[in-house]
Structure formats: structure tokens, C-alpha cells
């Protein structure tokens, strides 16, 4: 859309552009063509664009690909988007893209995210729909150049800091281009940068606790001019040998460490408990009877070789709203790697009790004790379809903040079941089997 064609719209829909609602509008259509080439889409696709405007962006996408879905909050410009791109097959939500619920996204197995973004509530969208687990595989927005800035921001500038770091722990966001105010309308006062989010390489960093490394990098920027240590309360000496292991003095500031060198604070600050695991290497099982009867201690590798009985249980996380928590497996895990699986699961240790075993392994695994007893709400006898394991699954509550951590875990999420469910029966290839068979042996138990 050209500027006459833009203002003859304006006029139509007797609509002035609202500042609060960042409406500034593209009518340069090479440009907006250029922005929107940049997501590469593809005919199997699912992309979704947010402040699709008037469709600048929008238009260069539709029937493209497989699926679009626009979120617009201005009512009437989702009004205009569903007359002009409704006929096409595209969905329009009239809505507030900060509080879209990303999580039926993951059953598209992942979509590609397009937004020239309302600059007051940019963030805000970038972390509602970036934060991982993130159903999105590449992005393509947007944004104010002061923000942008900061987004790609290296180490000792002024613009490094708490917002870049946590984007590029995820993403490795590269600037594309700088535009200046004169292809919008209204112009906005200052330049905009467009740039493109590509997922990090899971083994692009240390594992680690993403929670920890929020936590630890917030706490140390907390007064930018401070030493560090003085902002994360360690003490001078304890500084000493912790930075040294960094390669950094006592007194290095909060700007001058590198992404890898906070992941590594980060494990240093606060080891999360798998970290003292022993490799599953060396892990010893008990070996049962077909009635579940202990018959002797094995490898864990012989166990599994021989497909010998051995015992495991599954658990999974309830919240107050009855909504269960997935994790996503670590893609340093033997089995199933990189796969969503229950909220924690594992073998039975020697002389351990199913139920010890589940509050061992929600300690290990997400850092929580559970909040009363758990439930035991299925039991499954070992066969082929379980890898020869007796499982018993178990529901809990907790109390605390999950915090994973990158050598079993990659991050995880909360989901409502029905939600899960639809999610299996369509892409059962996302998820550990072993999950899938105790999610349903749950709900079975249900009906
Ligand atoms: N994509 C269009 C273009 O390039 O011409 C419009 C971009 S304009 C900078 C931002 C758009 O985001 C506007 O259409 C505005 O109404 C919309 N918007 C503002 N806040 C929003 C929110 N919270 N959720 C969804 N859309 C929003």
C-alpha cells in the first residue's frame, strides 16, 4: 500500500493512527516486500504475524503457506484484515498479542513469527512469544533501533545488558537492516532496525539452569556502575576465586562478562542438584520378577540389553488450574532426546521405594519438593510397550519455582490436559514414549 492508498484507508475506516497502539504504518512496498522475504516461508509453513497494520507485511505472505494467523488489537483494522485476507484462508485474532497463549502453536510443530512491532509493547511480545520453550523455529521483526541495539549488544558498550542477554541465551538474533523514519506513516521520531532470530544451538553453551542464569544475570546488572560482586553479595574474597575461574579480576563489572562467562557464574553461583549425578553410565538397577519381586543388582546397561524387568516411575505436575507441567527433554539425553516427556521420570534406584524414587526425582530434576503427598494414579506392568519397566505414575503439586537445568532438561511448560492430549493424537513423534503411555494410562484411569 502506497501513501495515497494508505490515506484513502484511513479516511474509509475514519481511523487516525494511535500512538499509544505504535500505529505506524509501512508504504514503501519494496521495503515491506524486502522484510517479508527475509522469513523464507515455505508452502508447508505455519507463520504468524503480529500488528499486521493494514497487511503491508501481510500481503507478501498470504498464500505462502500453509497456515497464517494475524493478531491485531485495533479492532478495526482486524475488521479490515478479515474482509480483505479472511477469503483467502487466513485467521485474524482481534486481540493483545502480549497475552496471546502461544502453547497450541507447539501442535503446529513450531511456525515462524513476522511482526514490524508496536514499539511500546515490543518487548513484551518478543518475551511472550521467544521465551523458551518457544513454539517459533525463526523470526523476522521490527523494532525500534534503540531497542534493536540492545537486542544484539556484544560486551563493554553501553547497550550490553539484562534484555540482550536473555535473548541471545536462546536465540542468535542478527540486524538486518536500518531504516530511517521516511517509508512510514505516520514517520515515527527515530530509525528502526529489522532483525532476524535463529534458535541457538542447543550445544552452543555450558548446560545449565536458564532460571539461574535469569536470576544471576538480573542480580548483577542491578547497578550497572557497581563491581559484581558487590551487586550479587559474594563478598571480595569469595569474588576472587570465583571470577578466577572466569579468567576475570575481583573487580570486573557486570558489562564486561561475556554470554558463556554468565552461564558459567551461573552453574558456579548456583549448582543445581543433578549436577552431582553420577552418569547413567554407572547407574546400578534393580532387576524384578514378573511380579515385581527384586531378583538381583545389574548394570543399567545390561539391564536394558538383556531386556531385563526393572522398575521406574513417572510423574506429573499439577498446578492450580489443573494444568500439567512437560519438560523438554535435554538433547545431551541418551534416550529421546529433545523430546517433551512427563515432569519428571526415572529409574528406581536399589532399596528405593517407588514413591521415594518420585520425590527423588522431582528434586533432581526440577529443584521442587512436592506440597503433601503424592497420588499414585496408575500403575503399568512391565512388556515390550513400557521397555520392560513396572512404572508407577504419580500426580503431585508443588511448591517453589521449577528451575531445570541443561543436562537433563532443556526448559518446560505448563499445559491444560485436554490440551496435551490433542497434541499427542496429532504429533505423538514430539513426545518419549514412555510419556505417552503413562499420560494416557492416567487419563484412562479417569473415565
Ligand atoms: N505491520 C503494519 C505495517 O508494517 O504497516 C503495522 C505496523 S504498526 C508499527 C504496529 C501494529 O501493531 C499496529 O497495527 C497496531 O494496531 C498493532 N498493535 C499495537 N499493539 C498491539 C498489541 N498489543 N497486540 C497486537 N497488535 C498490536
Redesign the pocket.
Known amino acids: 500500500m502506497n501513501l495515497s492508498e494508505l490515506q484513502t484507508q484511513l479516511k474509509r475506516l475514519d481511523l487516525t493512527p494511535?500512538r499509544k497502539?505504535?500505529?505506524?504504518?509501512?508504504?514503501d512496498e519494496n521495503i515491506?516486500a524486502w522484510i517479508a522475504a527475509q522469513l523464507q516461508v515455505t508452502p508447508d509453513d505455519c507463520v504468524i504475524?503480529?500488528?499486521?497494520?493494514?497487511?503491508?507485511?501481510?500481503r507478501h505472505l498470504a498464500g505462502k503457506c500453509r497456515r497464517l494467523i494475524l493478531?491485531?488489537?485495533?479492532g478495526r483494522?482486524a475488521r479490515f484484515l478479515q474482509e480483505t485476507y479472511g477469503p483467502l484462508g487466513v485467521e485474524v485474532v482481534h486481540?493483545?498479542?502480549?497475552a496471546?497463549d502461544v502453547r497450541p502453536l507447539f501442535l503446529e510443530g513450531g511456525v515462524k513469527f513476522i511482526?514490524?512491532?508496536?514499539?511500546?509493547?515490543g518487548n513484551?511480545?518478543l518475551s511472550r512469544f521467544l521465551d523458551s520453550p518457544s513454539p517459533v523455529r525463526s523470526a523476522i521483526v521490527?523494532v525500534q533501533k534503540e531497542v534493536g541495539d540492545r537486542f544484539v549488544a556484544v560486551p563493554r558498550t553501553k547497550d550490553y545488558g539484562v534484555l540482550g542477554l536473555m535473548l541471545q541465551e536462546r536465540w542468535r538474533v542478527t540486524a538486518l537492516r536500518t531504516v530511517g523514519p521516511e517509508p512510514?506513516h505516520p514517520r515515527p521520531a527515530v530509525d528502526s532496525t529489522i532483525l532476524r532470530f535463529d534458535p541457538r544451538p542447543p550445544d552452543d553453551l555450558p548446560p545449565h539452569s536458564p532460571e539461574v542464569f535469569r536470576s544471576v544475570v538480573k542480580q548483577g546488572f542491578s547497578q550497572r556502575r557497581k563491581q559484581l560482586h558487590n551487586n550479587l553479595q559474594i563478598g571480595k574474597e569469595n569474588a576472587a576465586e570465583i571470577f578466577s575461574v572466569l579468567d576475570c579480576q575481583a573487580s570486573v563489572r557486570a558489562e564486561e562478562l561475556s554470554l558463556p562467562q554468565w552461564v558459567r557464574l551461573s552453574n558456579l553461583l548456583d549448582p543445581h542438584p543433578c549436577g552431582d549425578l553420577p552418569p547413567s553410565a554407572d547407574e546400578s538397577l534393580e532387576v524384578v520378577t514378573e511380579n515385581d519381586e527384586v531378583s538381583g543388582v545389574l548394570p543399567r546397561r545390561e539391564v536394558h540389553q538383556k531386556k531385563l524387568r526393572h522398575r521406574a516411575v513417572h510423574v506429573f505436575l499439577q498446578n492450580k488450574s489443573g494444568e500439567i507441567y512437560l519438560q523438554l527433554r535435554s538433547h545431551l539425553k541418551d534416550t529421546h532426546p529433545g523430546k517433551w516427556d512427563s515432569s519428571a521420570s526415572g529409574h528406581v534406584d536399589p532399596g528405593e521405594t517407588y514413591d521415594d524414587c518420585a520425590v527423588r526425582e522431582l528434586w533432581e530434576e526440577l529443584w521442587v519438593r512436592p506440597r503433601g503427598d503424592l497420588t499414585r494414579v496408575a500403575r503399568l506392568s512391565a512388556s515390550a510397550a513400557t521397555d520392560d519397566e513396572f512404572i508407577e505414575v504419580f500426580l503431585a503439586e508443588t511448591k517453589g519455582k521449577i528451575r531445570v537445568h541443561g543436562k537433563e532438561i532443556d526448559s518446560g511448560r505448563w499445559f491444560a490436559p485436554e490440551q496435551i492430549e490433542e497434541w499427542i493424537e496429532k504429533r505423538p513423534q514430539d513426545f518419549a514414549t514412555g510419556c505417552i503411555t503413562c499420560f494416557q494410562a492416567w487419563r484412562a484411569g479417569l473415565r
Open positions: 494511535s497502539l505504535g500505529q505506524s504504518f509501512l508504504v515491506a504475524e503480529i500488528g499486521p497494520g493494514f497487511g503491508a507485511l501481510t493478531v491485531e488489537a485495533d483494522l486481540g493483545d498479542a502480549t496471546y511482526g514490524n512491532l508496536p514499539y511500546s509493547v513484551a511480545i521490527m512510514f
